[in-house]
């Protein structure tokens, strides 16, 4: 039902600032939560930050907690994930999700997903 593509990915160096976008359609957006997921070389793909139905509520991943800032317009049926001050630690490939299942933001929770954008930090 829901489509999902995000864009904004590149190629930075440590300490830089990147915004991600995930650009919704076919489906109720402003009704679903929208999750940022990344998957890099190694480890399993993670829960970056996640967002509520109307933007109330922000979730996020301790690794990257006070860096990383999602926000969402439902108006534009995008959200975004604003990262700052980026480490080669957050090199992967961002996902975003849709159609939460439970109250646990799992990867195997979420309906829909996009087909990822590369971010990749150098130092």
């Known amino acids: 039902q829901v489509q999902l593509v995000e864009s904004g990915g590149g190629l930075v160096q440590a300490g830089a600032s990147l915004r991600l976008s995930c650009a919704a359609s076919?489906?109720?957006?402003?009704?679903?939560?929208i999750g940022w997921f990344r998957h890099a070389p190694g480890t399993e793909r993670e829960f970056v930050a996640g967002?509520?139905?109307?933007?109330?509520?922000?979730y996020s991943e301790a690794s990257v907690r006070g860096r990383f800032t999602i926000a969402r317009e439902n108006a534009k049926n995008t959200v975004y994930l604003q990262m700052t001050s980026l480490k080669s630690e957050d090199t992967a490939v961002y996902y975003c999700?849709?159609?939460?299942?439970?109250?646990?933001?799992?990867?195997?929770?979420?309906?829909?997903w996009g087909k990822g954008t590369l971010v990749t930090v150098s130092s």
């Open positions: 999700a849709a159609g939460m299942r439970g109250n646990r933001w799992e990867p195997s929770g979420m309906a829909y």
């Open positions: 967002i509520s139905w109307n933007g109330s509520k922000t």
């Open positions: 076919g489906g109720t957006f402003s009704y679903y939560p």
